[in-house]
Antibody, heavy 113, light 112 residues
Framework: EVQLVESGGGLVQPGRSMKLSCAAS????????MAWVRQAPTKGLEWVAT????????YYRDSVKGRFTISRDNAKSTLYLQMNSLRSEDTATYYC??????WGQGVMVTVSS | DVVLTQTPPTLSATIGQSVSISCRSS???????????LHWLLQRPGQSPQLLIY???RLESGVPNRFSGSGSGTDFTLKISGVEAEDLGVYYC?????????FGSGTKLEIK
């Protein structure tokens, strides 16, 4: 069974950093591209970043370019999202997803002073 | 980016009623490899999204067959034939044909 388990969220002040992790199991992690999707409170789903199966290619939405970094450790079957210079508008539940078919339970990130 | 326009934004149905949700794309979702990467998700209250339909019309394993998907090119439809109480939530279409993948704005299904 495919499982994706996010961790690392919480409350952070504007301008600070936070790193999210997504532990994958139940499939060969190194064979699949992965992505982060977020959902602001009461809002819809919004793609954040994508990484290729081997980590060689990464893509970001414009509003997070230069601030967020997606990465992966295939040996650990883990996906990461390093978030720097956080803003209030980054407040959301962050999901890791494999191809929009499998989703984690999400982790809440609140950016507030 | 591809824009997916979902209608209606909200839907109120009685148990047993059949309903449809429309998803229209700003450009064709037919990939050069012949696949159309248009999927449907359901997000129940307080839960993460779950896949219902993939590649326009393929039912995800474990999803009841009262759900069905159809369409091609730029126009797609999700149909629920006989709504049940557990179907309440927000339905999203999502496209993966053109990078970056994008989501519709969602259709909230309420049970009368």
């Amino acid at each position: 069974e495919v499982q994706l388990v996010e961790s690392g969220g919480g409350l952070v002040q504007p301008g600070r950093s936070m790193k999210l992790s997504c532990a994958a199991s139940g499939f060969t992690f190194s064979n699949y591209g992965m992505a982060w999707v977020r959902q602001a409170p009461t809002k819809g789903l919004e793609w954040v970043a994508t990484i290729s199966y081997d980590g060689s290619s990464t893509y970001y939405r414009d509003s997070v370019k230069g601030r967020f970094t997606i990465s992966r450790d295939n040996a650990k079957s883990t996906l990461y999202l390093q978030m720097n210079s956080l803003r209030s508008e980054d407040t959301a539940t962050y999901y890791c997803t494999r191809g929009n078919c499998y989703w984690g339970q999400g982790v809440m990130v609140t950016v507030s002073s | 980016d591809v824009v997916l326009t979902q209608t209606p934004p909200t839907l109120s149905a009685t148990i047993g009623q059949s309903v449809s949700i429309s998803c229209r794309s700003s450009q064709s979702l037919l990939h050069s490899n012949g696949n159309t990467y248009l999927h449907w998700l359901l997000q129940r209250p307080g839960q993460s999204p779950q896949l219902l339909i993939y590649l326009v019309s393929r039912l995800e394993s474990g999803v009841p067959n009262r759900f069905s998907g159809s369409g091609s090119g730029t126009d797609f439809t999700l149909k629920i034939s006989g709504v049940e109480a557990e179907d309440l939530g927000v339905y999203y279409c999502v496209q993966g044909t053109h990078a970056p993948f994008t989501f519709g704005s969602g259709t909230k299904l309420e049970i009368k």
